[in-house]
């Protein structure tokens, strides 16, 4: 967000294909061992049809759109999602935001944006949140 963002604007990003690995690595990282995401003979017998994300590791993506497109010296003040369906090994998440609103405040330039992620089954997540940064 280098120059002053517009409602409207939108930013985008694509994220390599989730791997088993990379769930393995969240699962330490987090301390959620559920086996669901990793085993798959335990999550097709739990109904999964296959080993799924956590929920955490997507919001993990939207927030890095989120960041990236915010750029240094903003503040990410707010993040919230809704999990609409499982992210799976092999899918590539890709976030889609937009600024829905910009305003002034004691200062402070704060902007409310919006996200979707979506994978090639469709959209896996959808939220908000609020970016604020010092005027210039």
């Not at 960041?67 to 240094?72: C, I, L, S």
Request: glycine share 12%; no cysteine.
């Amino acid at each position: 967000m280098n120059a002053r963002p517009a409602v409207g604007d939108r930013f985008t990003l694509v994220k390599d294909p989730v791997t088993t690995v990379q769930l393995v690595m969240y699962a330490g990282a987090s301390g959620d061992f559920n086996r669901i995401h990793y085993d798959l003979p335990y999550a097709q017998e739990a109904g999964l049809g296959g080993v799924i994300a956590h929920g955490m590791l997507t919001m993990g993506f939207a927030a890095q759109a989120v960041t990236d497109w915010a750029g240094p010296g903003a503040v990410v003040r707010d993040l919230s999602a809704r999990f609409l369906i499982p992210v799976r090994p092999g899918d590539r998440v890709t976030v889609e935001g937009r600024v829905d609103e910009v305003r002034e405040e004691e200062g402070r330039l704060v902007v409310a944006v919006g996200f979707e992620a979506a994978t090639a089954a469709g959209r896996v997540a959808a939220g908000s949140g609020i970016v604020v940064r010092p005027t210039r």
